[in-house]
Structure formats: C-alpha cells, structure tokens
C-alpha cells in the first residue's frame, strides 16, 4: 500500500526553527544544542507526514521531540505540521536516520527511539537496504539511556518476526513487551497515518516495545 500524494504546503510558512538538514547536526548531537534546555529527547525514524511528532509534541510538552525523515518533501511536510502549531519541543532532520545515530549521537542521550513502519524493502536482495539492521540495533543500544525505549511497529509479519529474532541475537535490549491496541478517539487518533490506513482496512498491526 504506497504512500498517497501530500498536500501543498503554504509557501508563505517558515519552516527555519522546525527543519533542519543532516549536516547542520552539532555533533555529539544532544536536546539541549537543537532546542535550548536540558530534557529527554525522543528520536522518530522515518517520520513520514509527521501525524506522531504532532501528538507526540503537544501530550508530553517536557520531552523534545527530533524526527528523522531521508525523503526532502516528506520532512518538509512533517516540519510543516509542527511550525504550523508552533510546537517548540519538535523539530525535523531532512537525512539518513542510520548514518546519524551512528555518527551523530552520543552514548545514553536518547529517552526512546521510535520506528514506525519502515520500508520493508520486499525483494530478499534489497533487505539489506532496512532500516532495522544489526549496526543500526547496536547504535539504538547505545545511545538509549538505561530505561529507554525503543518502540517499532510494522504491518509485515516477516519483517517483524525477522527484526525481534535480530534485536535477541545482537543486543541486550529486553522484551518484547507487545502494546495493546486502544481504540481511537477521532479520525487522527492514530500513532501515525500509515496506522490508520491499517486499522480502517481491518489489517494487522505488529508492536513491540523493548527497554534498555
């Protein structure tokens, strides 16, 4: 089920303090260098039209809150989306999500790490190009804080079979803990978009939840 065309973003919004390109990245990368204070920060890959960043930004205003999106118009959809709300504790990086949490991010300075239907790459000689690979598992590992969370949902069976029997074999990280699925209040009550297109179609979510 691919991904359905955006919507026109007005020309007149400035996106300056919401998106922010890969190489503009202090490194190490830390909360208080991209937003000003000292709070935990959540890191989103693949943060899509942003629908997570959103919610995520306005429930838990004490968190900040970084999205990591490699594809240049999503990332301005989703920054878009915050400036639009004025969300202070959000922000979006257009780049690779794999290269920055290696290069980018210092040990234990993530609260959680959210992944939220990767590409599943569906031909067996493009699966190496996933997301949810062992060196990218191992840089999740190391830069979640002792408690932390690294929360991925998908709607591939193998993919999520595939990725629990990977994140066993190369860390130490516990769980899975399997998240219930709760009802939605409204239409946009959904983690992210690709979610509600899920649900609404009667087709399965796989969650996960594991702690450091």
């Given at each position: 089920?691919?991904?359905?065309?955006?919507?026109?973003?007005?020309?007149?919004?400035?996106?300056?303090?919401?998106?922010?390109?890969?190489?503009?990245?202090?490194?190490?990368?830390?909360?208080?260098?991209?937003?000003?204070?000292?709070?935990?920060?959540?890191?989103?890959?693949?943060?899509?039209k942003g629908l997570f960043l959103a919610h995520a930004t306005a429930s838990l205003?004490?968190?900040?809150?970084?999205?990591?999106?490699?594809?240049?118009?999503?990332?301005?959809?989703?920054?878009?989306?915050?400036?639009?709300?004025?969300?202070?504790?959000?922000?979006?990086?257009?780049?690779?999500?794999?290269?920055?949490?290696?290069?980018?991010?210092?040990?234990?300075?993530?609260?959680?790490?959210?992944?939220?239907?990767?590409?599943?790459?569906?031909?067996?000689?493009?699966?190496?190009?996933?997301?949810?690979?062992?060196?990218?598992?191992?840089?999740?590992?190391?830069?979640?804080?002792?408690?932390?969370?690294?929360?991925?949902?998908?709607?591939?069976?193998?993919?999520?079979?595939?990725?629990?029997?990977?994140?066993?074999?190369?860390?130490?990280?516990?769980?899975?803990?399997?998240?219930?699925?709760?009802?939605?209040?409204?239409?946009?009550?959904?983690?992210?978009?690709?979610?509600?297109?899920?649900?609404?179609?009667?087709?399965?979510?796989?969650?996960?939840?594991?702690?450091?």
């Open positions: 089920m691919g991904r359905r065309a955006l919507r026109k973003i007005d020309p007149g919004l400035d996106l300056t303090r919401w998106l922010i390109a890969e190489e503009a990245l202090p490194t190490p990368l830390r909360s208080e260098l991209l937003f000003g204070r000292t709070a935990p920060l959540q890191i989103e890959v693949g943060s899509g205003p004490a968190h900040d809150f970084l999205g990591i999106e490699i594809a240049a118009k999503y990332a301005r959809f989703a920054a878009a989306r915050l400036a639009r709300c004025a969300c202070a504790n959000g922000k979006v990086v257009h780049g690779d999500g794999v290269r920055i949490f290696h290069d980018r991010l210092a040990d234990q300075s993530v609260e959680a790490v959210h992944v939220y239907f990767p590409d599943p790459w569906w031909k067996r000689r493009h699966r190496r190009r996933r997301v949810m690979h062992a060196a990218f598992l191992r840089d999740v590992e190391r830069v979640l804080r002792v408690g932390g969370a690294l929360h991925f949902w998908t709607d591939v069976a193998e993919y999520y079979q595939t990725t629990l029997e990977l994140v066993r074999q190369t860390t130490q990280l516990n769980g899975p803990v399997i998240p219930a699925e709760r009802p939605s209040e409204h239409d946009l009550d959904y983690q992210t978009h690709f979610e509600r297109r899920m649900r609404l179609n009667d087709l399965p979510v796989y969650r996960s939840e594991f702690r450091k």
